[in-house]
């Protein structure tokens, strides 16, 4: 017979259970910390769609992708503590009872949140997808005489046991989705009857290439509908060859679908009776009437169908290599002024459907939309953009690009004829509308207010105005006052900010009686310093507050501006906007510095934010004239003004004033001249001055 101290096992398994305790701690301490990450991000995303229209779709997609994996994840934690309080807990008592049958480990495995947070898909859960029990181990008879004294029928078991058995549960389990997954393998494409039908969801089509700007491509005319026509830049042999391929295969592979089947497919293969052939199409919709006629889009002529529901048939990957072959085009350079006359809309048609099947040449002028703008060449080298303003069918708008591509470049070229702006707002006012974006631009007008989409474009059906006017305009922060500029023959503290020039700087003015006063809790007024005002900026509450730029920045206007050096935010005014890389040049007003930051770097400014007037002065050196008319000795004698001022505090003797800028004198706090430094070290030459008084002076501002 042995015997145990129980004591001593006692405060073994004490030490044991605390260090698994802290481990557990810990773990669930970084599981904390995961999940405030994913709220994190997740509060990112809205403000992810503030971008160009053109990346609005896939920046959605990829949104909306990203929050269903978070979501499945804290889905399956929260199942994971469910099933986990479903057990009972068991009492951790030790007995000496042999009879009593241990209680099975839960395995944890599956539900370990750390592991998916660091691997995120769309499900981290690894139970049994057919709800299959995990197989308890069966126990192990022991004879009698081999018995311990004491058996624990509590889960305290030790690391060892507790892994063998988490290990035979799992290779349970994975077993079981092996045979799951076996069962539900298809074969997409295989002989007689035995095809099944591909999810709509996975079958698409890959997108054109671009064509481009001012390149000519040999095209063929397929479709003509209205002031579109659909051409095809690649071999008609291909095109040709892949019905025949498509013709085949599904005279051999037929398969009855019914209507419900139909309304699933997007991308589709339909039999065309007068042909004798089949299309790719995109389906649109079904007949209202009695669901036996499927309206198709076909994606390899431009053409719009009807076909009844048994010759449609599901598209297979086999065909879905390649992308549309037809193109959407309009003519470029004219204007066709069928807005609302519906016979001349008709004889535009007539004409343009003379030209079908005709192999030509298109040179690209405009490939920013759905439609490209292109110039048709004949191959008898005329352009037909020319052919139909000479059949007083359209006007001309622009000169023509395809009578220079087939006549050559001329020497008599008269700069009126080439207009910088295709857009009469855009030429007068500088101002580019956005309601356009919305706009559909396949609709022609008349009663059924839609284009050849149907009901799947999402765009406003409305007939454009001819000059194109819109109305649309977005009210913006675009100013701030400055500070009075300082009398003439003042001496001023200041501090400078940012140089800008040899002879230029940017200096605040410092208030040596100014008090920072921080008001009462809850109390919330505009900032009159700047030091209250950089704290009101970047307080966490101000932070959390600021909104997004809902459009691109405009010229000129007052936004909140991350500065990068030191990640803090500042008021500041747009200069420039660079559309290619999403890049803004700002100045900062109570700085004068400019820098390039990105447009995630920017904020809407509160109004409260405005009151304080811009804090930074420029200010020109008295009496500092260039060496020589050599920039890179500007920039020399720039380099060594910014090392003696940048973040200096100076004495100023105030020479005269402008508008908006200041002549001074400084004097370091040693009492020397700047511009007499700068003389010493051959930098800059100096001239005579005096101060100019301007108090009796009557200025006047002219707008």
């Known amino acids: 017979m042995s015997f145990v101290d129980l004591a001593t096992l006692t405060m073994h398994r004490r030490q044991e259970m605390e260090a698994r305790t802290q481990i557990f701690h810990e773990k669930c301490d970084r599981a904390v910390e995961d999940i405030k990450r994913l709220k994190l991000k997740t509060d ?7 971008c160009d229209p053109n990346e609005l779709k896939e920046r959605f997609l990829n949104c909306m992708k990203q929050l269903d994996e978070y979501m499945y994840l804290i889905t399956d934690f929260n199942i994971a503590i469910s099933k986990l309080e479903e057990t009972s807990i068991p009492d951790n008592t030790p007995v000496h009872d042999t009879a009593a049958k241990p209680l099975t480990p839960t395995p944890t495995a599956p539900y370990n949140l750390i592991d998916a947070l660091s691997e995120p898909a769309p499900s981290t859960s690894t139970t049994c997808s057919n709800n299959c029990p995990p197989e308890k181990p069966k126990r192990v008879k022991i004879p009698k005489e081999n018995q311990s004294l004491i058996v624990f029928s509590s889960t305290s078991a030790s690391e060892e046991s507790v892994r063998h058995m988490k290990n035979e549960v799992a290779v349970k389990e994975v077993q079981c989705e092996l045979d799951a997954e076996l069962r539900n393998i298809k074969i997409e494409d295989p002989p007689a009857s035995a095809v099944a039908t591909p999810s709509s969801d996975s079958i698409n089509l890959p997108a054109q290439p671009i064509l481009e700007t001012e390149h000519v491509y040999d095209a063929t005319i397929m479709h003509v509908d209205g002031a579109f026509f659909w051409v095809i830049t690649e071999d008609p042999d291909e095109v040709k060859n892949l019905m025949i391929e498509m013709t085949k295969f599904y005279s051999d592979h037929h398969r009855d679908i019914t209507a419900d089947e139909v309304k699933t497919l997007t991308c589709c293969a339909f039999y065309d009776d007068d042909s004798k052939c089949y299309y790719r199409g995109l389906f649109l919709k079904l007949n209202d009437e009695d669901n036996t006629l499927a309206e198709i889009f076909v994606v390899d002529t431009g053409e719009m169908r009807g076909a009844p529901v ?7 990957r086999r065909f879905c290599t390649r992308p549309p072959y037809a193109r959407c085009c309009h003519l470029a350079g004219v204007d066709l002024v069928s807005y609302n006359n519906k016979s001349l809309m008709e004889k535009q048609e007539v004409f343009m459907s003379a030209y079908v099947g005709t192999q030509a040449s298109i040179e690209v002028d405009d490939n920013t939309s759905e439609s490209l703008g292109v110039f048709v060449i004949l191959p008898s080298g005329e352009t037909l953009n020319k052919i139909i303003v000479q059949q007083g069918l359209a006007l001309a708008i622009d000169k023509l690009a395809g009578d220079q ?24 006012t500088g101002y580019k509308n956005r309601d356009e974006i919305d706009i559909c631009k396949h609709y022609k007008g008349g009663p059924e207010k839609t284009c050849f989409k149907g009901a799947r474009c999402t765009k406003k059906h409305i ?36 140089v800008c020039h040899y002879d230029r700087v940017f200096l605040q003015i410092i208030d040596e009686n100014e008090k920072d006063e921080v008001p009462s809790f809850g109390v919330v007024l505009p900032a009159t310093t700047l030091t209250t005002l950089v704290r009101d900026m970047n307080s966490l509450a101000t932070i959390a507050a600021y909104k997004p730029l809902t459009v691109a920045p405009a010229l000129g206007e007052l936004v909140a501006a991350l500065y990068p050096l030191d990640n803090k935010w500042y008021r500041a005014r747009v200069l420039s906007v660079t559309r290619a890389d999403q890049e803004v040049e700002v100045q900062y007003l109570d700085y004068g510095t400019v820098m390039w930051v990105k447009e995630d770097q920017l904020r809407v400014l509160e109004a409260r934010h405005v009151s304080l007037p811009a804090q930074a002065v420029r200010a020109a050196l008295a009496g500092v004239r260039a060496r020589s008319i050599h920039s890179h000795q500007w920039a020399q004698a720039k380099r060594a003004l910014a090392d003696m001022l940048h973040d200096t505090v100076l004495d100023a003797h105030v020479i005269a004033r402008d508008y908006d800028e200041i002549t001074v004198e400084l004097f370091d706090k040693e009492g020397y001249s700047i511009a007499e430094q700068l003389a010493a070290i051959n930098m800059v030459e100096l001239t005579s001055y005096s101060v100019v008084f301007d108090t009796d002076m009557q200025k006047v501002v002219v707008p």
């Not at 048994?310 to 297979?316: A, G, I, K, N, R």
């Not at 591509?405 to 007068?428: F, K, Q, W």
Request: aromatic content about 6%.
């Open 44 to 50: 990112g995303f809205a403000h992810q769609l503030n």
């Open 310 to 316: 048994e010759c449609v048939q599901p598209l297979y």
């Open 405 to 428: 591509a087939a006549a050559g470049p001329s020497d008599g070229l008269d700069i009126t004829d080439c207009p910088e702006y295709d857009d009469p707002v855009e030429a007068v």
């Open 463 to 498: 007939v454009k105005h001819p000059d194109g006017w819109t109305l649309d305009r977005i009210a913006v922060m675009g100013k701030c006052k400055s500070i009075p500029l300082p009398a003439p023959d003042t001496w001023l503290k200041v501090l400078v900010t940012n």
